[in-house]
Nanobody, 123 residues
Framework: VQLQASGGGLVQAGGSLRLSCAAS????????LAWFRQAPGKEREFAAV????????GYADSVRGRFSISRDHAKSAVYLQMNSLKPEDTAVYYC?????????????????WGQGTLVTVSS
């Protein structure tokens, strides 16, 4: 599986961005697709996850209620709609795929990673 993330940019606090991740290769129904993020000088952290088959989702507490993850089977894509952005959301955002059954919120469970897209939120 290869992943290509896009949609990052510079936005003011309170604004919105939509990230996209295009996947090539076979995505099986039990796979999970997730977004992680890595702020400067910090560890990469989980943001949101979606199960490919039924669209069940999970979110980190820091983004719940502001971010929404979705997927499009026809386009083999996953999206992250980010609203009410805060300066602390500034990070490189990575999409990732896990072939394990069940949700995982840890980066070690994800075998495939995109190249990352930078989101900068100004105050």
């Amino acid at each position: 599986v290869q992943l290509q993330a896009s949609g990052g940019g510079l936005v003011q606090a309170g604004g919105s961005l939509r990230l996209s991740c295009a996947a090539s290769g076979q995505i099986y129904s039990h796979y999970s697709l997730a977004w992680f993020r890595q702020a400067p000088g910090k560890e990469r952290e989980f943001a949101a996850v979606i199960r490919w088959s039924d669209g069940d989702t999970g979110y980190a507490d820091s983004v719940r209620g502001r971010f929404s993850i979705s997927r499009d089977h026809a386009k083999s894509a996953v999206y992250l709609q980010m609203n009410s952005l805060k300066p602390e959301d500034t990070a490189v955002y990575y999409c990732a795929v896990s072939s394990r059954s069940g949700f995982s919120y840890v980066k070690s469970a994800y075998e495939y990673w995109g190249q990352g897209t930078l989101v900068t939120v100004s105050s």
